[in-house]
């Protein structure tokens, strides 16, 4: 079952934790994508400044993916839900 995330706030622990989960480190998920410990920390504490395509990306590395459903769909009613995928263009992001 996924999480719902409604605030960019819910977004930093959410990518943590699935970086943890997965048994990587700042550095180690940074190897993975080719960026430095330093930029995956920013992207951890401030998700909210990245690109969709750069968020989706991370996600991808982390073996996650982004779904979005009307928020009724939350309580049980039935909705459609959509995925995406991106693509990680280096470390000037």
């Known amino acids: 079952m996924g999480t719902p995330i409604t605030t960019t706030g ?3 622990p959410l990518l943590q934790r699935l970086r943890k989960n997965q048994g990587l ?3 180690g998920l940074g190897q993975k994508l080719g960026l430095s410990q330093e930029r995956i920390s920013r992207i951890e504490r401030f998700p909210e400044k990245v690109t969709l395509d750069q968020l989706l990306t991370v996600l991808m590395a982390l073996d996650a993916e ?3 459903a009307p928020r009724h769909a939350l309580s049980g009613k039935t909705a459609a839900t959509g995925t995406a995928g ?4 280096g470390e000037e992001w």
Not at 86 to 89: A, D, E, H, I
Request: hydrophobic residues 45%; positive net charge.
């Open 25 to 27: 480190s700042q550095a």
């Open 86 to 89: 991106g693509k990680l263009s």
């Open 66 to 68: 982004l779904q979005v």
């Open 10 to 12: 819910q977004l930093a």
